[in-house]
């Protein structure tokens, strides 16, 4: 009996243990003639109803009805409403009556969380002879005990009691609170009173209610434990920038993507924008291994020939995210893709615009926060190339094939044994990241503040690379009555060690094993230092020595910025805002580069000692003013903005040279002023412009069905002429809630949008400089005439003028399904984008005798299409011990050039290298000389003629590459046979991350993918040339014997017209699929336990474990096929690309 008493204790005081009845499923099964006076009345209204033919839907379609109505949100657990259905008429009804008519009748009842948040729960049961169990007290067991299972032992527990409350105190009834780790629960009652026996080892609670933040609670030795919820903002209206204004996330008529910096922080990052890759679909990122160097993003495809950057806005100010912005200090990320997103920022908008929100102090005491992170990083790949003895033999046999006779120490293998460079170990090292940040934040009702500090460094995985960077940021903000005000600070100084010459991943693959980091017996008045640069005829080498080049020169250098802004809010009316937000960006920039006395490459001539500086400052002023505007009558909703924007920019550059510096005691004195040598030279460069802009925005909802969103800027800039220096970029985009109509009825639906946007942006090119529209007059020349052949003061025009140049423009149209399903649970969105640039700029060419002696004039020439599809779509599992979400995004991307102008007589084409940009084909597509193997016998190469029957390949041999002839004349020119092959753009390219918790312990993978495109591996081809570098260790000639393979015969260039064909730079041999798939970041967290955190004063600690571009699964034989290339138009070519690094680290987040 005692037993017994014991479990039904348990059982009534609310414990449950999954997959076992719930009390009231135990109750109803004891009662089973019981019915509430809400179920009869239920029953009785819906026959009453049914006999007046009433509208019939389900409850949750209902609840839709009174979302959209009233302007509000409910929470509740999806399988409460699920199959419930209902006819009552709500039309005329107050909120009040309406939920009272809806929700009480179905049994059910419904909580205020706030103004626009109500939480729908099971309504309590009626008593039926139960007594809510109290301290010394024993339940009524009369009604239900012959309901209970005969259990004769039960298990030693702890009892714990108390009561959960909302934020005004208010008992919260439905909680469940739950013994961590376990499925062991309870339920609170109407009150929020609850009992729970838990197990002698529980430590943890986890309490959560619809609608509120579920809060785990420490137990320690307490029997009474009191919890207070607050409301859970993920249900909430949740709110986007979008230029000016936040506005609701639903109502958004644009494409824009939100990127949380938890998202963004799970790697290790020197810039933003790496950070962000394969986070947001549509935003292409390639990064580069080099230190503090900015990774190359592009928003939708390729709008320009000259600048594809995106717009940066950091706190209301216009400025540059380059690397000195701390990664820490982001609260949340924007990207605005699409016109009616990016209008309101008009001429600088075509490329995207990317708003970067900082973290801001909260209400409350202060809060001390710290995060370190410390990892090491290599490269994961290196180039397998052949040793001095492998490199010896492969080259008597190339000297053999030659017919020639090898120099000695070749036909010998006699290099000096003692030799054999691996000068991949030379150049890369284990590199390391370092990262520091400190928080201080707090506030009360009237203002709150944040300080952070931080500290990040990264030490290169190549020699003589580096960079580092501290900063310091103050954000605060302050109430008083109508006023808001605040500001965001942002001071920083960086400093980047740059390798000053040549590149060491392209140089470490080509120098030969047998020549020496260093010997004396290269030491001369040119290399007094003794490096190794590769000697006649037996180790000839062009490649530079990265040794010397580390130790003979240097190139620092260093940023100093501080970069804000200051805003006033005045609440003028309940709907009327105006604000007033100026900015500033100003920055002393400071770069060196020294060289000492010494040689670093073969054959090069002595070049003495310099040292040379560039100093900058460059100064940005923001000033605004805008009304913001928000209404609300009956069905309709109106808000919007309207302001004017200015900018003025300035930057000033000085540069000095000289050479011959002094040296004493091994030290050189490494100042402009104590070089001594009569070479020097000194310059200097402005660069000054303004942009004015007048801008508005009216967003329209009726009903919350139907939304429409106008938006137009003017803008003004002094970089163009007199005649182009105004343009209005306007935009137009409408949406319907397709889900809130009376005749949607799929329950398992959330919420289905449609929506699509029109309008034309704008882009600047930053290289044209301020006055691209005036020409410069050179009055430094001397003309020598007359009878006494004096020399007369003359000018020229040294620079033609275009004051016709203007914006180069994006017309961009966007249409868009977003939905969710099972109340949020699964969210997707689907954009299909078309976007057409005209009046693209490129230069123009014009001969120099025409006054064109400081380069081609730009001019307004040429379109350029994207087209492409973008998915996104989210699975959220937070009901369970296991806590889980993944999500995934891909985009489609194909850009063609529609127009190239005027470039010459049938000439429809750019050419920049081994590419070609060509009206109806892609933007910089690979335009190459075609392989068709290797002739395997002198008969192919006779058999192989053009229609006027001569041999197309008369110098070809046995083992030579044959190259087709495109264009039938019967023979092979660079310039006359290549074709189209291949594209360095993809056709796919995809992210995904999953989110993991149970307990203490979180995990985080995420992966990116890119698909479907080709790059041109230049430093493969220098090493397959088999000239005057080392050579693959995999190589494998053709031969006689040896005729499968794709590797053409060994030999020497010199005399042998086949070995210089096989060598042609221009050919799709060195062109390779580089599709790939890479683990991006891997993260294993644990967060530990509060018991053990309270004695050492710490309210929460996290420490954690992260694995880095742990893998990349690709058929590229290059060290990375995420190549960015030098420009646009050689988007792929791979001429040392440094690679992403794998990082290990490990880290630490604690809050005091």
Not at 54 to 82: G, P
Not at 643 to 665: E, P
Not at 774 to 793: E, L, M, S, W
């Amino acid at each position: 009996m005692k037993n017994q008493y014991i479990l039904l204790s348990m059982l009534l005081g609310g414990v449950y243990t999954m997959p076992q009845p719930s009390v009231a499923q135990v109750l109803t099964r004891a009662q089973p003639a019981y019915e509430s006076t809400a179920s009869r009345q239920q029953s009785s209204a819906n026959a009453l109803d049914g006999q007046r033919n009433r509208r019939s839907r389900s409850l949750k379609k209902a609840l839709s009805e009174l979302e959209r109505r009233f302007n509000i949100n409910f929470a509740y657990d999806e399988q409460l409403v699920t199959g419930r259905q209902t006819d009552a008429e709500l039309d005329g009804l107050s909120l009040e009556q309406a939920l009272n008519q809806l929700i009480e009748s179905q049994g059910l009842r419904y909580r205020k969380v706030n103004d626009k948040l109500f939480a729908i729960q099971s309504a309590p049961a009626k008593k039926v002879g139960l007594a809510f169990p109290t301290e010394g007290t024993a339940p009524a067991l009369a009604t239900v005990s012959n309901a209970l299972p005969d259990l004769t032992e039960a298990p030693q527990v702890k009892r714990i009691t108390g009561q959960v409350t909302d934020e005004t105190n208010q008992g919260l009834p439905g909680a469940n609170i739950i013994e961590k780790g376990t499925t062991t629960g309870a339920t609170t009652d109407a009150n929020g009173n609850f009992v729970l026996n838990v197990s002698d080892a529980a430590t943890t609670l986890t309490v959560s209610s619809v609608g509120y933040a579920s809060q785990d609670v420490t137990i320690g030795n307490n029997s009474v434990v009191n919890v207070k919820l607050v409301p859970d903002d993920r249900t909430l209206n949740e709110v986007v920038v979008i230029g000016y204004q936040t506005v609701r996330k639903r109502d958004v008529t644009g494409a824009n993507d939100v990127i949380s910096s938890t998202q963004a922080n799970k790697v290790t990052a020197n810039s933003l924008a790496e950070s962000i890759q394969g986070l947001s679909p549509g935003v292409t990122v390639r990064n580069t291994g080099v230190p503090g160097q900015q990774a190359s993003i592009q928003i939708r495809g390729v709008a320009s020939f000259l600048n594809t950057d995106p717009l940066y806005i950091i706190d209301g100010m216009i400025a540059d995210a380059n690397p000195t912005i701390n990664n820490d200090d982001i609260e949340s990320i924007q990207v605005l893709k699409d016109a009616s997103a990016a209008a309101i920022y008009g001429s600088r908008a075509a490329n995207g615009v990317v708003i970067i929100t900082t973290k801001q102090g909260k209400e409350g005491p202060i809060r001390v926060s710290f995060s370190g992170k410390y990892g090491i990083q290599q490269v994961y790949k290196r180039w397998d190339v052949m040793d001095a003895t492998n490199f010896a033999a492969t080259q008597r046999t190339q000297y053999q094939n030659a017919g020639q006779t090898p120099p000695s120490s070749v036909a010998t293998g006699t290099f000096n044994p003692n030799i054999n460079t691996n000068w991949q170990d030379q150049v890369l090292q284990t590199g390391n990241l370092q990262d520091y940040n400190l928080t201080l934040s707090g506030g009360t009702k009237t203002g709150t503040y944040l300080i952070s500090g931080s500290y990040f460094s990264n030490k290169g995985y190549v020699i003589g690379s580096g960079f580092d960077r501290a900063s310091l940021r103050i954000n605060t903000k302050s109430q008083l009555g109508r006023f808001t005000f605040g500001e965001n600070a942002l001071l920083t100084n960086s400093n980047i060690q740059n390798f000053p010459a040549g590149n060491p991943i392209y140089d470490m693959a080509g120098m030969l094993p047998v020549i020496p980091v260093q010997d004396p017996s290269y030491i001369d008045a040119g290399n007094p230092g003794g490096y190794g640069i590769g000697r006649n005829p037996d180790a000839v080498t062009y490649a530079f020595n990265p040794v010397a080049v580390r130790n003979l020169a240097s190139n620092k250098s260093n940023f100093a910025k501080l970069v804000g802004n200051a805003y006033l809010d005045v609440k003028l009316t309940d709907w009327l805002t105006y604000r007033a937000n100026a900015g500033l960006e100003v920055s002393f920039d400071y770069t060196q580069n020294l060289r000492r006395i010494g040689t670093y490459q073969y054959s090069a001539s002595p070049v003495a000692s310099s040292v040379g500086e560039d100093r900058s400052r460059y100064l940005s002023m923001l000033f605004e003013h805008t009304l913001n505007f928000n209404k609300a009558f009956g069905l309709h909703s109106i808000n919007g903005v309207v302001g004017i924007s200015q900018q003025t920019t300035r930057r000033d550059i000085t540069s000095g040279s000289r050479t011959n510096l002094g040296f004493a005691g091994g030290q050189y004195f490494n100042t402009i002023n104590a070089a001594t040598g009569i070479s020097n030279s000194a310059g200097g460069t402005p660069d000054d412009y303004r942009i004015l802009g007048y801008i508005g925005r009216v967003n329209y909802t009726y009903n919350d069905k139907y939304l429409l969103t106008l938006t137009g800027r003017v803008d003004q800039d002094s970089r163009f002429g007199a005649n182009y220096r105004t343009g209005f970029f306007p935009s137009i985009a409408g949406a319907w809630r397709i889900s809130q109509e009376k005749f949607f009825h799929v329950d398992w639906i959330s919420d289905l949008k449609l929506n699509a946007s029109y309008g034309k942006l704008g882009i600047v090119v930053p290289t044209l400089g301020s006055f691209p529209y005036t020409a410069f007059i050179n009055n430094n020349p001397r003309a020598i005439f007359g009878i006494d052949q004096t020399a007369n003061v003359g000018a020229y025009q040294a620079q033609l003028a275009n004051p016709d140049l203007r914006w180069e423009e994006r017309i961009q149209q966007n249409y868009g399904v977003s939905a969710s399903f099972l109340r949020n649970r699964i969210t997707t969105e689907i954009n299909v984008y078309n976007s057409l640039s005209n009046d693209a700029i490129l230069n123009l060419a014009v001969p120099g005798y025409l006054g064109n002696l400081r380069g081609n004039p730009y001019v307004n020439t040429a379109s350029i299409r994207n087209r492409g599809v973008e998915f996104s779509a989210t699975y959220r599992n937070n009901e369970h011990a296991v806590k889980w979400d993944v999500s995934g995004n891909f985009t489609t991307i194909k850009n063609r050039v529609e127009n190239v102008g005027n470039q010459g007589q049938n000439i429809n084409y750019i050419q920049s290298g081994n590419t070609r940009s060509q009206v109806g084909q892609a933007v910089g597509q690979w335009y190459v000389l075609k392989t068709a193997g290797l002739f395997q016998n002198q008969e192919e190469i006779n058999n192989y003629k053009g229609t006027n029957g001569n041999l197309i390949q008369p110098n070809a041999k046995p083992g030579d590459i044959k190259y087709v002839d495109t264009n039938g004349d019967g023979q092979i020119t660079q310039n006359d046979d290549r074709q189209f092959v291949g594209s360095p753009w993809p056709k796919l390219q995809a992210g995904a991350q999953a989110n993991a918790s149970y307990g203490q312990f979180s995990l985080n993978v995420q992966l990116t993918g890119v698909f479907g495109y080709t790059v041109y591996n230049d430093v493969r081809r220098g090493l397959d040339s088999y000239q005057l570098t080392n050579f693959r260790n995999d190589i494998s000639p053709w031969t006689t014997t040896n005729t499968n393979t794709s590797d053409p015969r060994l030999g020497l260039e010199a005399g042998d017209q086949g070995i210089i064909s096989n060598n042609f730079a221009y050919t799709d041999r060195w062109l390779e699929n580089a599709s790939y798939v890479r683990v991006r970041n891997v993260e294993i967290g644990y967060t530990l336990p509060k018991t053990l955190l309270s004695t050492l004063k710490i309210r929460n600690a996290r420490v954690y474990v992260s694995g880095q571009n742990l893998f990349t699964i690709t058929q590229y034989t290059g060290l990375d096929p995420d190549v960015t290339g030098a420009n646009i138009q050689e988007r792929g070519v791979d001429n040392g690309h440094w690679p992403s690094p794998r990082v290990v680290s490990v880290g630490v987040n604690c809050d005091f």
